[in-house]
């Protein structure tokens, strides 16, 4: 008995060895099988992409600066100067010094003209990539700014303009202004296309063409006020050049159309198209036309606005230019001018008068027709009314000048 006890325990070692072999071969099998299984779930599919943004930021640049204009970068404490170079983000400040002025271009074409001592507040400037759809949201804090929303064919696009007591969101092609005081108080008017305003305290505005209102530090809008028209102007014509032989004597006379229900006018005449420190700024113009005397050789720019009896002023007309010189001295005398008539009957003046055959005559820079025998009869449009002056200038071949100024007279 004592020999068949070895073959057992060997028996039992190859039975055991048996059972974990195929005890392998199975999980190894139920592996496989497994991962065949990950592999067929998971394996094909492509990871899913990315969610798409629903906005990208396109920022905004400076178009015109003129002074002090200075940038803080959101985040910041430190005020940078402006330059064209600079792509203003979300949450910026701009502010423009005393007697500066900056212009700014949003992606959409929305330009933004800052005027002097104001501080604004870059919101937000972008566009989805999917529908193009372009926001643009910005504030004022205080001073005044001059805006014109740009055309867009793409529904949904909008442009928002805060101040402290009143949010604004001008239509596509609408031109005004906004004007906030440091109490927050605020001015909004609409030159042209029309606007939808809400105060702080929850009225609702509709603004049109022409039209303002005023909201006060509490955020309560006064009634909506009509707005004159914008003048149209007249003479000297645009971009004309004019010499004079002595710049101290000369006389420059801007002129204008009236507007109706206007009692006034505002006058710009600066060197910059910016208007940032204007050389002159006449705000009570009876007439519709104002003299210049003595100015220097150089460009001007100059613009009107008309105002009512209630003080309110209407959008500025477009904007002009004339550059003066000095005309070299000429030995050739100046042809005759005579002037027999003029005559003003309701807006149509008639100019009767002879010069020297071949001369260009004008009357306040519109050109008139001289006869072969030197005479002249014309009769122009005008607005001046009556008692206005009107200078009618006649040069000769040779380069004579005879001008000569004339009161209006009113017919019958």
């Known amino acids: 008995m004592?020999?068949?006890?070895?073959?057992?325990?060997?028996?039992?070692?190859?039975?055991?060895?048996?059972?974990?072999?195929?005890?392998?071969?199975?999980?190894?099998?139920?592996?496989?099988?497994?991962?065949?299984?990950v592999w067929l779930v998971y394996?094909?599919?492509?990871?899913?992409?990315?969610?798409?943004?629903?906005?990208?930021?396109?920022?905004?640049?400076?178009?015109?600066?003129?002074?002090?204009?200075?940038?803080?970068?959101?985040?910041?404490?430190?005020?940078?100067?402006?330059?064209?170079?600079?792509?203003?983000?979300?949450?910026?400040?701009?502010?423009?010094?005393?007697g500066s002025t900056a212009e700014i271009k949003f992606a959409d074409g929305f330009l933004f003209n800052v005027r002097p001592d104001s501080l604004i507040t870059i919101e937000e400037s972008s566009q989805n990539p999917l529908s193009r759809q372009q926001n643009v949201k910005l504030s004022i804090q205080s001073g005044e700014a001059n805006f014109l929303t740009a055309a867009s064919n793409v529904p949904g696009s909008t442009t928002t303009i805060s101040t402290p007591t009143v949010r604004t969101t001008p239509d596509r092609e609408t031109a005004g202004s906004i004007q906030v005081a440091e109490n927050g108080a605020t001015g909004l008017r609409i030159f042209r296309?029309?606007?939808?305003?809400?105060?702080?305290?929850?009225?609702?505005i509709a603004l049109g063409s022409n039209q303002g209102v005023n909201v006060d530090a509490g955020?309560?809008?006064?009634?909506?006020?009509?707005?004159?028209?914008?003048?149209?102007?007249?003479?000297?014509?645009?971009?004309?050049?004019?010499?004079?032989?002595?710049?101290?004597?000369?006389?420059?006379?801007?002129?204008w159309n009236s507007v109706p229900g206007a009692t006034g006018y505002r006058v710009l005449v600066d060197f910059s198209p910016a208007f940032a420190r204007?050389?002159?700024?006449?705000?009570?113009?009876?007439?519709?036309?104002?003299?210049?005397?003595?100015?220097?050789?150089?460009?001007?720019?100059?613009?009107?606005?008309?105002?009512?009896?209630?003080?309110?002023e209407g959008g500025f007309s477009d904007l002009w230019r004339f550059a003066l010189s000095k005309a070299a001295q000429s030995a050739a005398a100046p042809p005759p001018l005579v002037i027999?008539?003029?005559?003003?009957?309701?807006?149509?003046?008639?100019?009767?008068?002879?010069?020297?055959?071949?001369?260009?005559?004008?009357?306040?820079?519109?050109?008139?027709?001289?006869?072969?025998?030197?005479?002249f009869s014309e009769f122009v449009t005008f607005d001046g009314g009556a008692n206005a002056t009107v200078v009618v200038k006649a040069t000769n071949p040779r380069g004579g000048v005879a001008e000569q100024r004339r009161r209006v007279t009113v017919a019958n």
């Open 2 to 37: 004592g020999e068949k006890q070895p073959q057992r325990r060997g028996a039992d070692r190859i039975e055991w060895f048996t059972v974990s072999y195929r005890t392998l071969a199975l999980a190894a099998v139920a592996l496989v099988l497994l991962g065949l299984a």
């Open 193 to 204: 296309g029309q606007s939808g305003a809400e105060t702080k305290d929850g009225q609702r």
């Open 219 to 255: 955020g309560k809008a006064g009634a909506t006020v009509n707005l004159p028209s914008v003048p149209v102007l007249t003479a000297p014509p645009n971009q004309t050049e004019v010499a004079y032989p002595d710049l101290q004597q000369g006389v420059t006379l801007l002129v």
């Open 340 to 375: 027999d008539t003029a005559e003003l009957r309701d807006n149509i003046l008639h100019l009767r008068g002879r010069t020297e055959a071949g001369t260009n005559l004008t009357v306040n820079g519109e050109r008139l027709e001289v006869q072969p025998d030197g005479s």
């Open 278 to 312: 204007p050389l002159y700024d006449r705000q009570s113009v009876r007439a519709t036309q104002l003299e210049l005397r003595a100015l220097e050789a150089g460009s001007y720019y100059w613009k009107v606005a008309a105002v009512d009896t209630a003080g309110s």
């Open 43 to 98: 394996g094909q599919k492509t990871p899913p992409p990315p969610p798409q943004p629903t906005s990208v930021a396109t920022g905004s640049r400076f178009e015109r600066i003129e002074g002090s204009v200075q940038v803080k970068r959101a985040g910041t404490l430190e005020w940078i100067p402006a330059t064209k170079a600079v792509v203003l983000r979300q949450n910026d400040l701009v502010r423009t010094g005393a």
